[in-house]
């Protein structure tokens, strides 16, 4: 159901209001907050020596002269750390992937992978030191072409003993994970069908590209107890993972994680903690670790890069039969998040559409991928998870099918894509960490994203408007208009849980705790509304700790679209056993004030500071801390909560995209981006806008720029941010943002997700745009000039042979 502005102001004061975020003040002042901001005493610079080689065995390594340089306390190779395999993937246990990794190895896999580690006085003793290491390779022939993986003869790239397979991979055949998925009857589908439409797209493999390196410092405290302060989005999983590794007990590891300058995914992983923590255990002193920009590109995470082969079975009314999609995805030289991100890029692209009539009913879906080692730096978490794979395939195909068929582009997907009260097609087939059990989809606002989007973008004006195509005097440029439309899912079910406490203070104000992590996305901001909002209070009352695993409950960490849904619920929970309480001892305290008054706890209202009973009386908050603490009965006020979900309800989105074409060049210019999106109710207008543009600027990059490409011996062409282009402010395109609310019923404020469906859309609306403006099509992103003035030449070069 769709709810009304007007209704929510009725009923919310908090939720729904562009409050201000809670860390707003600290940041703009440079208040010191985050994790290279601690200085100890004694304190450590730790390096890492990368490989120079893809492939290779380290034959002879002496650490013997880096040692000997004075300010140097220590240096490791694979010899000086216990040999424990694991994965760096921050997932929930048990982990979905293979165990590969391992501190450090006698093997290297790409270039960039760590050979030792070093902690020093200086930063300049620790490059110096690191230049002194002789280090002797046996080079391995290496793997650069993800096709090039599963031939025959092929190098193995994990040949270690200690590998752990999950049943879904092969290491000898340099398989990290397999999927096969069949919805319905996919061969009488393509049988059914009136025409069947196949192609093959690739998608590159880019960086997340947040502000703030990865960063990272250890130190053992006074209980002997080792402290990692970390910029993570997974504090938790990064106990669990590193305990084994160090030959620790958990009990005897603290994670902290505190404001984080953006993530993105990239920092869900266990990438640099152990480098640090390995060198505080051989030293006992303080480390502190901070990748540079240059180990960011070589030696961190990134999106997968995919080749992908669509087929889709069609009737000549715009009914799909029967679509198939198979994958090749490049995990890199790791598996860390190779099974979850590519069973998203189907799981969430293809769910999408399901055809009509009786198709709708039973649609005919396959996907399949394999997902294989290269010697290339591995590939991890990035926004979006695999999703922005996958509908850069499905909406360049759904537009191409719409255009042959002669079609309307947007009649077409909507005539086909999913609808309210509709199975989710992939939940009975496949799900991320439990088995999978069937899901109703409760809430779709796909039809109003793209009545507003269109109205918005005044798409009826200017698509197949051959006047608006043109430019007056520059024969040259082309307008064009393109759209996507995109589903994404909010956090994964059965499976990932968040806590959260609450603890009432004198004064009436509250000390809320979450695991939760807030990554600069405002999530601390938007959980203190939920909390202010049953409790009848202001933000300001409302103290925020985030993610503290000696302090803090337990949560599954920032990823997955999962806080405001999850740890949502769970402060949401914890605020009504709080409540709950305070409504028992505030009706109390009235009947003594108000001896003739009747009054039950239920029938208590907590807002403005305040439980007011129905006739009007009222206790202040404050008035009933002091109770509780000081005076009747002594108690302290606190509750806890903790949820996890048994369904991931999607949001939908419409992106809209205006381009202008250089037809002699092929530069594109993005002119507009329009997106309008179903993340049900919104808690905080100004956060969640944010995240839809911040999430459209980075896929933008995705669309026209962003690759990152290797020479013949894996080196990476991209060091910096120089040569790897992200859009800066003066070149950004128009960005609007339109809200559709739905009420999603799982969650007690109706909300899903809002922080990744932007960047699924923006690319395939830019394909199709660019497409619609000079008939251009191209199958591989980013369009760069180059390949976009390639598709050109040989589209005229098909019409001189006709």
Same mark, same amino acid.
């Given at each position: 159901?769709?709810?009304?502005?007007?209704?929510?102001?009725?009923?919310?004061?908090?939720?729904?209001?562009?409050?201000?975020?809670?860390?707003?003040?600290?940041?703009?002042?440079?208040?010191?907050?985050?994790?290279?901001?601690?200085?100890?005493?004694?304190? %450590?610079?730790?390096?890492?020596?990368? *490989?120079?080689?893809?492939?290779?065995?380290?034959?002879?390594?002496?650490?013997?002269? /880096?040692?000997?340089?004075?300010?140097?306390?220590?240096?490791?190779?694979?010899?000086?750390?216990?040999?424990?395999?694991?994965?760096?993937?921050?997932?929930?246990?048990?982990?979905?992937?293979?165990?590969?990794?391992?501190?450090?190895?006698?093997?290297?896999? #790409?270039?960039?992978?760590?050979?030792?580690?070093?902690?020093?006085?200086?930063?300049?003793?620790?490059?110096?030191?690191?230049?002194?290491?002789?280090?002797?390779?046996?080079?391995?022939?290496?793997?650069?072409?993800?096709?090039?993986?599963?031939?025959?003869?092929?190098?193995?790239?994990?040949?270690?003993?200690?590998?752990?397979? #999950?049943?879904?991979?092969?290491?000898?055949?340099?398989?990290?994970?397999?999927?096969?998925?069949?919805?319905?009857?996919?061969?009488?589908?393509?049988?059914?069908?009136?025409?069947?439409?196949?192609?093959?797209?690739?998608?590159?493999?880019? &960086? &997340?590209?947040?502000?703030?390196? @990865?960063?990272?410092?250890?130190?053992?405290?006074?209980?002997?107890?080792?402290?990692? $302060?970390?910029?993570?989005?997974?504090?938790?999983?990064?106990?669990?993972?590193?305990?084994?590794? %160090?030959? +620790?007990?958990?009990?005897?590891?603290?994670?902290?994680?505190?404001?984080?300058?953006? !993530?993105?995914?990239?920092?869900?992983?266990?990438?640099?903690?152990?480098?640090?923590?390995?060198?505080?255990?051989?030293?006992?002193?303080?480390?502190?670790?901070?990748?540079?920009?240059?180990?960011?590109?070589?030696?961190?995470?990134?999106?997968?890069?995919? $080749?992908?082969?669509?087929?889709? !079975?069609?009737?000549?009314?715009?009914?799909?039969?029967?679509?198939?999609?198979?994958?090749?995805?490049?995990?890199?030289?790791?598996?860390?998040?190779?099974?979850?991100?590519?069973?998203?890029?189907?799981?969430?692209?293809?769910?999408?559409?399901?055809?009509?009539?009786?198709?709708?009913?039973?649609?005919?879906?396959?996907?399949?991928?394999?997902?294989?080692?290269?010697?290339?730096?591995?590939?991890?978490?990035?926004?979006?998870?695999?999703?922005?794979?996958?509908?850069?395939?499905?909406?360049?195909?759904?537009?191409?099918?719409?255009?042959?068929? !002669? %079609?309307?582009?947007?009649?077409?997907?909507?005539?086909?894509?999913?609808?309210?009260?509709?199975? @989710?097609?992939?939940?009975?087939?496949?799900?991320?960490?439990?088995?999978?059990?069937?899901?109703?989809?409760?809430?779709?606002?796909?039809?109003?994203?793209?009545?507003?989007?269109?109205?918005?973008?005044?798409?009826?004006?200017?698509?197949?408007?051959?006047?608006?195509?043109?430019?007056?005097?520059?024969?040259?440029?082309?307008?064009?208009?393109?759209?996507?439309?995109?589903?994404?899912?909010?956090?994964?079910?059965? %499976?990932?849980?968040?806590?959260? *406490?609450?603890?009432?203070?004198?004064?009436?104000?509250?000390?809320?705790?979450?695991?939760?992590?807030?990554?600069?996305?405002?999530?601390?901001?938007?959980?203190?509304?939920?909390?202010?909002?049953?409790?009848?209070?202001?933000?300001?009352?409302?103290?925020?700790? *985030?993610?503290?695993?000696?302090?803090?409950?337990?949560?599954?960490?920032?990823?997955?679209?999962?806080?405001?849904?999850?740890?949502?619920?769970?402060?949401?929970?914890?605020?009504?056993?709080?409540?709950?309480?305070?409504?028992?001892?505030? /009706?109390?305290?009235?009947?003594?004030?108000?001896? *003739?008054?009747?009054?039950?706890?239920?029938?208590?209202?907590?807002?403005?500071?305040?439980?007011?009973?129905?006739?009007?009386?009222?206790?202040?908050?404050?008035?009933?801390?002091?109770?509780? +603490?000081?005076? =009747?009965?002594?108690?302290?006020?606190?509750?806890?909560?903790?949820?996890?979900?048994?369904?991931?309800?999607?949001?939908?989105?419409?992106?809209?995209?205006?381009? =202008?074409?250089?037809?002699?060049?092929?530069?594109?210019?993005?002119?507009?981006?329009?997106?309008?999106?179903?993340?049900?109710?919104?808690?905080?207008?100004?956060?969640?806008? !944010?995240?839809?543009?911040?999430?459209?600027?980075?896929?933008?990059?995705?669309?026209?720029?962003?690759?990152?490409?290797?020479?013949?011996?894996?080196?990476?062409?991209?060091?910096?941010?120089?040569?790897?282009?992200?859009?800066?402010?003066?070149?950004?395109?128009?960005?609007?943002?339109?809200?559709? &609310?739905?009420?999603?019923?799982?969650?007690?404020?109706?909300?899903?997700?809002?922080?990744?469906?932007?960047?699924?859309?923006?690319?395939?609306?830019?394909?199709?745009?660019?497409?619609?403006?000079?008939?251009?099509?191209?199958?591989?992103?980013?369009?760069?000039?180059?390949?976009?003035?390639?598709?050109?030449?040989?589209?005229?070069?098909?019409?001189?042979?006709?």
């Amino acid at each position: 159901m769709f709810i009304t502005p007007e209704v929510r102001q009725k009923t919310l004061s908090r939720v729904g209001k562009p409050e201000l975020k809670v860390d707003a003040i600290k940041l703009v002042q440079g208040k010191p907050a985050f994790a290279a901001d601690m200085e100890k005493r004694g304190m %450590l610079i730790a390096k890492v020596l990368h *490989s120079p080689v893809a492939h290779a065995r380290i034959k002879h390594i002496d650490l013997s002269k /880096a040692r000997a340089l004075p300010g140097v306390a220590a240096v490791l190779c694979y010899k000086d750390i216990p040999r424990v395999v694991y994965s760096t993937a921050g997932q929930s246990d048990p982990i979905p992937g293979p165990l590969d990794t391992f501190s450090l190895d006698s093997k290297v896999r #790409f270039v960039g992978d760590r050979v030792a580690f070093v902690a020093a006085e200086t930063e300049e003793i620790a490059e110096q030191a690191l230049n002194l290491i002789e280090v002797e390779y046996e080079p391995l022939p290496a793997i650069l072409d993800a096709r090039d993986a599963m031939k025959p003869n092929a190098p193995i790239i994990h040949d270690e003993p200690e590998y752990v397979n #999950f049943g879904e991979s092969n290491p000898q055949r340099n398989l990290a994970a397999q999927i096969h998925i069949d919805i319905g009857d996919v061969e009488k589908g393509f049988e059914e069908a009136d025409r069947i439409y196949e192609a093959e797209y690739v998608v590159p493999k880019v &960086q &997340q590209a947040h502000i703030e390196p @990865h960063v990272v410092v250890t130190y053992w405290d006074e209980d002997d107890r080792l402290v990692i $302060r970390t910029s993570t989005q997974v504090p938790f999983h990064v106990r669990r993972i590193l305990a084994p590794v %160090l030959g +620790l007990p958990v009990k005897r590891i603290r994670v902290i994680k505190p404001r984080i300058g953006g !993530g993105f995914g990239g920092k869900q992983e266990v990438l640099i903690e152990d480098v640090a923590a390995h060198l505080t255990i051989a030293t006992g002193r303080p480390v502190l670790y901070e990748y540079t920009r240059e180990e960011e590109f070589i030696a961190a995470r990134s999106r997968h890069p995919m $080749r992908i082969r669509m087929k889709t !079975g069609v009737k000549m009314d715009g009914t799909i039969t029967a679509n198939e999609m198979r994958v090749l995805s490049d995990t890199g030289a790791y598996g860390c998040h190779g099974l979850t991100v590519t069973g998203n890029t189907g799981h969430k692209s293809m769910a999408l559409y399901v055809g009509d009539g009786p198709y709708r009913k039973s649609p005919n879906i396959r996907f399949y991928a394999d997902v294989v080692y290269t010697n290339t730096p591995p590939a991890g978490a990035y926004r979006g998870y695999g999703v922005p794979q996958g509908f850069w395939p499905v909406e360049r195909h759904m537009e191409r099918i719409s255009r042959d068929l !002669g %079609l309307d582009p947007i009649a077409f997907r909507l005539k086909n894509a999913i609808r309210e009260g509709e199975l @989710h097609p992939f939940s009975t087939a496949w799900s991320e960490g439990r088995e999978p059990r069937p899901e109703i989809i409760q809430t779709v606002g796909l039809e109003e994203c793209v009545r507003q989007g269109k109205a918005v973008i005044g798409w009826d004006q200017k698509f197949g408007n051959p006047e608006w195509h043109v430019v007056a005097g520059k024969p040259y440029l082309r307008r064009g208009i393109g759209v996507a439309l995109v589903m994404q899912g909010t956090a994964i079910p059965y %499976l990932d849980m968040g806590g959260a *406490s609450i603890k009432m203070n004198d004064d009436g104000s509250f000390n809320l705790l979450v695991g939760a992590t807030d990554l600069g996305t405002g999530s601390d901001t938007v959980l203190a509304q939920m909390a202010a909002e049953v409790l009848g209070v202001p933000v300001d009352d409302i103290i925020v700790y *985030s993610s503290d695993t000696d302090f803090t409950p337990f949560d599954k960490g920032a990823y997955a679209s999962s806080t405001t849904y999850i740890s949502g619920a769970a402060v949401v929970k914890a605020a009504e056993d709080v409540a709950e309480k305070i409504k028992k001892r505030a /009706a109390r305290m009235i009947k003594e004030q108000h001896p *003739s008054v009747q009054v039950s706890p239920e029938d208590i209202l907590l807002e403005d500071r305040k439980a007011i009973a129905p006739g009007g009386e009222y206790v202040t908050l404050a008035q009933v801390a002091l109770n509780a +603490l000081h005076h =009747t009965d002594q108690e302290q006020i606190m509750g806890i909560g903790s949820y996890y979900s048994p369904v991931s309800p999607p949001p939908f989105a419409a992106q809209f995209a205006e381009v =202008t074409v250089d037809v002699e060049t092929g530069q594109i210019t993005v002119d507009r981006l329009v997106m309008a999106v179903d993340s049900g109710v919104i808690v905080n207008p100004v956060t969640a806008s !944010g995240q839809i543009e911040g999430g459209m600027t980075q896929a933008l990059g995705y669309a026209v720029c962003e690759e990152m490409v290797y020479d013949q011996y894996g080196r990476a062409r991209e060091k910096d941010l120089v040569d790897y282009h992200i859009f800066r402010a003066n070149e950004m395109p128009k960005l609007e943002t339109v809200f559709v &609310q739905t009420y999603e019923p799982s969650h007690p404020f109706g909300v899903k997700a809002v922080a990744e469906i932007p960047m699924d859309g923006v690319a395939p609306a830019v394909g199709n745009a660019v497409l619609d403006a000079c008939g251009a099509d191209v199958f591989e992103n980013p369009i760069t000039p180059e390949r976009l003035w390639r598709a050109l030449k040989e589209k005229q070069s098909v019409a001189d042979h006709h």
